[in-house]
DNA sequence: TATGACTAACTCACCAGTTCGTACATTAGT
DNA sequence: ACTAATGTACGAACTGGTGAGTTAGTCATA
C-alpha cells in the first residue's frame, strides 16, 4: 500500500529529516484512514498516531484536515490517471479497444477499493474538496480521448450504431465497475451475493464488456 | 418530507403527546442529518434541535445514535420496496417488462437522492448497520422476484441469449441508476456534465433500457 | 362523573471523553 | 548563523450519552 521508498535510516534510532518521505507517510496512512472511517470519522490525532511523525507534521504540511482530504485525493485520482495512460489500444479494432479499456476500468477498480470509498466519500459531501483543488479541475481522463478516438472510428465504419458521446459511454462503464465495488457490502447483506467474490471476477469482467458491446453495436430502430 | 399526518393542537402552546409523531419527526429529521453529513458527520444535538422535541427523546425512543441510523436505513429501504410492489408488468412482453421494470428504478433513485446517500453511507461502513436489523435481513426484493419471472419468459421463447439470472441483471440495472446519482458531484466537476440535469433525463433513461435490453438480446457467439 | 393511581411521554441540566487546532520550544542540516 | 523540519503540551469547543425529575393522558372504581 505504501507508495513510499524507505531509505536506509542513517541513525538507528532517529529518523532523518525528510520533508519529502514525512509527507508521503501521512499521506498514505491519511488515504487508509478517510477510506476506513469517511471524512467526518476520520481522526487526525488517529492518522498521526500511525505516522512515524507527530500531529503538528500534518498541519505544517497540510495546513488542516480538508486540505490533507483534499491531497489524499488529488494522489488517488493521479494514480488512476496514470493507469490510463498506460492505455494502448490503437492497434486494436474499435470493438476490442472498448473492450481493453472497459476491463481496464473494471481492474482499476477492483484493485482500489479505497479509491472507491474516497470518491464515494468527496459524494457525499458533494464534491466540495474537489472544487478547492486546482490540481483536480485540471487532471482531465486520458480514458476519454481513448474513449473518443474508438468511438469516432466505430461511428464511422458502421459498426457502432449508438449514438454515445465519449463522456455517457465512461459513465455507462464507471457505473457497473463502480457500483461492483461500492455497494459490495450492501448488495450482499441484502441479496446474498458478493460482486467482488474472486470466483465470479471474471463473469462479471465479461459481462461488462458484453454489455457495452451490445448496447454499443444494437441494430437500432431505423426512425 | 413529513411524513406525519399533524393532528390540529388542541391547546395553544404545548403539543399534544403522540408517540408515534414524535417518532416520526425525529426518523424523518435524522434521514435528511444523516444524508446530508454521513453517520459520524451527522450531530445528535442538531438532530434533535431540529425537532420539535428533545435530544433526550432521541435516546428515549432510538436508544442511541447507530439504532437510530438504522431505523433511518429500514424506512428508507422500507420505500423503495413498497415502490416495487407496485410495479405491474404481467401484461407485458419480455421486452417492455424490463424495461419499464429499469425505468422504475431510474426513477425511484432520482426522486430520492436521500436513500442514495444513505446507502453510500452504509457502505462506508460496511453495512454494519444493515447486519444488526432484523427487519433488512428479510426485507426481499419484489423487483427480484419480478426479474425471475421475465426472465424466464424471455430466456424460454429464445428472445433473450444473454444467460445473467435475476441478481446479476438488478446489479447492472441498479448500478447505472445508483451511479447517476451518487457520483453527481464528483463526475460533474471532473468532467463538466451534470447526469442528473433535467434536460438530459429522458436521454440517460433510453439509455438504461437500451443498455439492459442489448444485453439480454445480443447475438452471442455459438460456443 | 369525580377521583386518584399509574405510566408513557417529555424536559432540563449536566458530564466525561474527544477532537481539531495552535503556541512555543527545539533540533538537524547546510 | 540560519532556516526548514520536528516535537511537546495544552485548551476551547464540541459530542454522545445520562440522571433525575415532571406532566399529560388513561383507566378502574366509587
Redesign the interface.
Given at each position: 500500500m505504501t507508495s513510499v521508498d524507505e531509505p536506509a535510516r542513517p541513525h538507528g534510532n532517529g529518523r532523518t529529516r525528510d520533508a519529502a518521505r514525512t509527507r508521503a507517510e501521512i499521506l498514505d496512512v491519511a488515504t487508509q484512514e478517510f477510506a476506513r472511517?469517511?471524512?467526518?470519522?476520520a481522526r487526525v490525532d488517529d492518522i498521526a498516531a500511525r505516522t512515524s511523525t507527530t500531529k503538528r507534521m500534518i498541519y505544517y504540511y497540510f495546513g488542516g484536515k480538508d486540505q490533507l482530504f483534499t491531497a489524499v485525493l488529488e494522489r488517488a485520482?493521479g494514480v488512476i490517471r496514470d493507469a490510463e495512460q498506460q492505455l494502448d489500444v490503437e492497434h486494436l479494432d474499435p470493438v476490442a479497444a472498448i473492450r481493453r479499456l472497459a476491463e481496464l476500468t473494471f481492474d482499476h477498480h477492483e484493485q482500489h477499493p479505497d479509491f472507491i470509498?474516497l470518491?464515494?466519500?468527496?459524494?457525499?459531501h458533494?464534491?466540495e474538496h474537489?472544487?478547492a483543488s486546482e490540481k483536480?479541475?485540471r487532471?482531465g481522463?486520458p480514458a476519454?480521448d481513448v474513449i473518443r478516438r474508438i468511438l469516432a472510428s466505430g461511428q464511422e465504419s458502421g459498426l457502432f450504431t449508438?449514438e454515445?458521446d465519449a463522456?455517457?459511454l465512461?459513465?455507462?462503464i464507471?457505473?457497473?465497475c463502480?457500483?461492483?465495488v461500492?455497494?459490495?457490502?450492501?448488495?450482499?447483506?441484502?441479496?446474498g451475493?458478493d460482486?467482488v467474490d474472486p470466483a465470479q471476477r471474471e463473469r462479471?469482467r465479461a459481462?461488462l464488456g458484453?454489455?457495452v458491446?451490445?448496447?454499443l453495436?444494437?441494430e437500432r430502430a431505423t426512425d
Open positions: 472511517a469517511g471524512y467526518a470519522g485520482y470509498r470518491v464515494s466519500i468527496e459524494n457525499i458533494e464534491a474537489i472544487a483536480l479541475g487532471i481522463s476519454l449508438a454515445v463522456v455517457d465512461h459513465a455507462m464507471s457505473s457497473f463502480f457500483f461492483r461500492a455497494n459490495r457490502h450492501t448488495f450482499g447483506a441484502l441479496f451475493r460482486l462479471y459481462m458484453d454489455m458491446i451490445a448496447y453495436t444494437a
